[in-house]
Nanobody, 124 residues
Framework: QVQLVESGGGLVQAGGSLRLSCAASGHTFSSYTMGWFLQAPGKEREFVAAVSWRGGRTYYADSVKGRFTISRDNAKSTLYLQMNSLKSEDTAVYYC?????????????????WGQGTQVTVSS
């Protein structure tokens, strides 16, 4: 029903910036809460950030507060994650996800659709 495709990942030096995008298609994009999750090698997927369906409320994991900014452009059906002051521990595959209802929003099982992921590698 909803297809999500991430882009913008790559290799960046510590302290640098990267902007991830997630293009959505299918059912109405604006009706979904959108989130970003990451999965590092050998670890379980964890919450990064989320934004409400109108973009008025945002939520962040403590580890990224002040460094990452989540936003959405409903006219373009696109979700973004602006990543600044990147650290080596940010290295992971980042996944875009869409939820019809999220409670709590940081739990990945509450999301209904997932993208394929995009690799972010931060070098020391």
């Amino acid at each position: 029903q909803v297809q999500l495709v991430e882009s913008g990942g790559g290799l960046v030096q510590a302290g640098g910036s990267l902007r991830l995008s997630c293009a959505a298609s299918g059912h109405t994009f604006s009706s979904y809460t959108m989130g970003w999750f990451l999965q590092a090698p050998g670890k379980e997927r964890e919450f990064v950030a989320a934004v409400s369906w109108r973009g008025g409320r945002t939520y962040y994991a403590d580890s990224v507060k002040g460094r990452f900014t989540i936003s959405r452009d409903n006219a373009k059906s696109t979700l973004y994650l602006q990543m600044n002051s990147l650290k080596s521990e940010d290295t992971a595959v980042y996944y875009c996800a869409a939820a019809k209802a999220v409670a709590p929003l940081q739990v990945d099982s509450n999301y209904d659709y997932w993208g394929q992921g995009t690799q972010v590698t931060v070098s020391s």
